[in-house]
């Protein structure tokens, strides 16, 4: 792994980190319930907090994340250094 893709998987497991301490503070919610709330299995924010992935995550998740938790999509992308003029590598065309 390059010195680049190890940053970009710890700042987004910072990001993501952050959100559900955020939630869980603020909010009372559970893995559970931020999981039913974005739509994105505890599993996949599992592994976004371990840095554990192989590819980008998905845009379309990274979203719905975000937009669950009421936080501005483009803080992620910055995390994950994606231009937000430009789509993500798997972004859906």
Known sequence: MTETANARKIAFATFVRRALDEARATRAWSGTEVSR???????TINRWVRGDWASDPEAERVVAFCEGLGLNPALAFAALRWDRTAAPRNAPA
């Open 37 to 43: 709330r974005t739509g994105v299995s505890r599993q």
